[in-house]
């Protein structure tokens, strides 16, 4: 009985990491497509300044 | 870009903090099931 | 001793999936940054091309 609740600790645990992992992963790629946007944005926006200019 | 992985620097930082207090806490629960038997 | 041994065995596991997780983040910072750099170079050799033209 103690080696099963000591076994469900310790499933839990993992459950819980890999839960805030996969969350960290997700918002990296989130935020790291929307600063590459924003960059290419900038630079297009910077690009159609010279052109007219 | 830098802004950028400043704040992936500080998030690493919270996240493994988390990690950190799952950890914790399966050593705590951990050892009263070991004294509870 | 048994439920010991399990727990201490428990442990160590946990911590080495700790060690992978933040060996896996280390190596993701530095896959988006080289990422970034990549994608802010090719707009702006896009730009240099469309300047050129």
């Known amino acids: ?53 | 870009a830098v802004r950028y992985l400043e704040e992936e620097d500080k998030r690493s930082q919270k996240l493994l903090q988390r990690l950190d207090t799952h950890i914790e806490e399966l050593k705590t629960e951990s050892e009263r099931t070991v004294d509870k038997y």
Not at chain 1, 20 to 39: F, V
């Open chain 1, 1 to 53: 009985k103690g080696l099963e609740e000591i076994r469900h600790q310790y499933l839990r645990a993992v459950n819980k990491i890999r839960g805030d992992m996969m969350h960290y992963i997700q918002e990296s790629k989130k935020r790291a497509a929307e600063m590459i946007r924003a960059e290419v944005l900038k630079e297009r926006q910077q690009t159609a300044r010279k052109m007219r200019k």
